[in-house]
């Protein structure tokens, strides 16, 4: 007798080692990851100045790592660069104001491809046990690529830039801005963890240690040896001026705001300070060239009767020039100079000039190229020690830790914003010396042509400020500090160990895979 009943087929097992083709709980046609992800550069953005919302960029981290976990790395790798895109487009969008909107977006996206990497490598890493700590620490690694690759990297946009003054800020004394970025990445993973319960108690232990070893670091304070410094921002004008008509009327404000200063100081309105700062760029004439500039200087530091570190480009050696500071002595005159260790690739030097002629007339914007430096900016200026930098090269940790261990005691910051209009460029490099004077234990002055100049405390915090496109001047007293902070000492092994790390998660997820 034959049975009628119906066959039914038992489920096969999957031999060991295979992946389930079944979609993922979302769909594979979701929308959510790349919403997420845009959301997430776009909250990193706002968290960074001029909007000043740090409490967003550990969410943003959140948002990111939620968006790459258990998507596959191609996939997420995508998620990373749109992501990144939202991120930098709006951040950088002073760049445009000199080259245009072409290397503006340039620039957006190539800072934006690092993220890539990220969004596939958290989409591996988040799929260990304690992976909120290595998705921080690959958030490191990206970084230390970034702030290096290519032609001397940009480090802008950073995590810790975004952490000007906020809970985790002290975290930058123990282990510089990697250590600030580690903590902010934490906070974020941690929250990722608290949304999916997965490896919650790595998320929080810890985000609650970096948060209360923050809250324990000793405030740096003001005692000890100190000077007064006056900074001075004579302003630009905006008259259409040819090149070197406005040339002359930036070095003219600057001398005679000093002139001004003078006056207040033998009427009793204003202290006598030890030594004056001017910005970047105060003196475009070169005064060992220019006798009508040298004699300009000159009068402007005799009147005011103590050194000045002056701001200046010199022409050569050849066909090349340099952006310096040079102590201008109201008797002995001109004498030590710092030159810009980091020119500004694309800004100040011109890679691969030729070839990019053929692509862009805009090559031309940069007609001759900057000299690189080669010692730190170590220089003495009436009683002050000083640990000089220029313009965007506080972003960069190295050139910072050289002038401090080189025996820097206030760290100045000599900057012309005035190209970047009233955009967000001059409050984020005002971010990034909040960080500094945290991670060294040193004063920040920051002098700027047009503005924003400042006074920061060694812990951080604004003492003085100005405002944009105004002539002013600050005088204030600021310490003047020997002492080394932890990051001081131990330099790049804490960026280097964090890195390693990510990198030692990520490859133990491709051998899992």
């Known amino acids: 007798m034959t049975s009628t009943a119906p066959s039914v087929r038992l489920p096969q097992a999957r031999p060991p080692g295979t992946r389930s083709t079944a979609p993922s709980y979302a769909g594979r046609g979701s929308l959510w990851r790349p919403a997420a992800a ?22 943003a981290v959140a948002l990111l790592t939620l968006a790459c976990r258990g998507a596959r790395p191609r996939r997420a790798a995508a998620l990373g660069l749109v992501a990144g895109l939202a991120f930098f487009v709006p951040l950088l969008v002073w760049t445009g104001a000199v080259a245009g909107p072409g290397a503006w977006l340039a620039l957006a996206v190539a800072e934006a491809c690092f993220f890539a990497p990220l969004g596939a490598a958290l989409s591996v890493v988040t799929r260990l046990p304690g992976w909120p700590i290595w998705t921080a620490a690959l958030w490191v690694g990206q970084e230390a690529l970034r702030d290096r690759l290519p032609f001397g990297g940009f480090p802008w946009g950073r995590l810790a830039f975004s952490q000007g003054h906020s809970e985790l800020t002290p975290l930058a004394a123990l282990g510089g801005a990697p250590l ?3 903590a902010v990445a934490v906070v974020g993973a941690a929250m990722a963890a608290v949304v999916l319960r997965k490896a919650l108690w790595v998320g929080l232990v810890g985000a609650a240690v970096l948060l209360g070893t923050a809250q324990l670091l000793p405030a740096a304070g003001t005692s000890g040896p100190s000077a007064v410094v006056a900074v001075v921002q004579g302003n630009v004008p905006r008259l259409g001026l040819d090149a070197f008509a406005q040339r002359a ?5 600057h001398a005679a705001t000093t002139h001004a200063l003078a006056a207040d100081i033998r009427a009793g309105r204003s202290p006598r300070p030890d030594l004056v700062v001017w910005p970047e760029n105060a003196s475009d004439l070169d005064p060992y060239t220019v006798p009508e500039a040298a004699a300009t200087i000159d009068a402007a ?8 570190l002056v701001g200046a480009v010199l022409d050569g050696p050849g066909d090349k020039i340099r952006n310096a500071g040079i102590v201008w002595d109201p008797v002995t005159g001109p004498g030590a100079m710092y030159v810009k260790r980091h020119p500004v690739p694309f800004g100040e030097y011109m890679p691969y000039r030729s070839l990019i002629r053929r692509i862009s007339s805009k090559v031309d914007l940069v007609p001759r190229d900057f000299l690189a430096g080669r010692s730190p900016g170590v220089l003495t200026v009436g009683p002050a020690r000083l640990a000089d930098v220029i313009c965007f ?3 960069y940790d190295g050139v910072v830790r050289d002038a401090v261990r080189g025996g820097g005691r206030l760290l100045v910051v000599q900057t012309n914003n005035a190209t970047f209009g009233r955009s967000g460029e001059t409050l ?15 004063a920040v002055v920051v002098a700027a042509t047009s503005g924003v100049s400042a006074v920061i405390d060694p812990d951080g915090r604004l003492v003085q400020r100005t405002r944009v496109f105004t002539r002013d001047v600050m005088v204030q007293r600021v310490p003047l500090r020997d002492a080394s902070t932890p990051a001081t000492r131990v330099g790049a092994l804490p960026e280097l160990a964090l890195a390693l790390l990510g990198a030692a998660a990520l490859l133990v997820g491709l051998v899992r895979r």
Do not use: C, I, Y
């Not at 009327?249 to 404000?253: E, G, K």
């Not at 005799?302 to 000045?308: E, L, S, T």
């Open 393 to 395: 090269e506080v972003a």
């Open 180 to 182: 600030l970025t580690f």
């Open 249 to 253: 009327a930036v070095l003219r404000n």
């Open 428 to 442: 984020q490099q005002l971010a990034m010396g909040r960080v500094r004077a945290v991670e060294h234990g040193r």
């Open 301 to 308: 530091v005799k009147d005011v009767g103590v050194p000045v």
């Open 38 to 59: 845009l959301l997430a550069g776009l909250l990193l953005d706002v968290s960074f100045p001029p909007h000043d919302l740090w409490l967003l960029a550990p969410v």
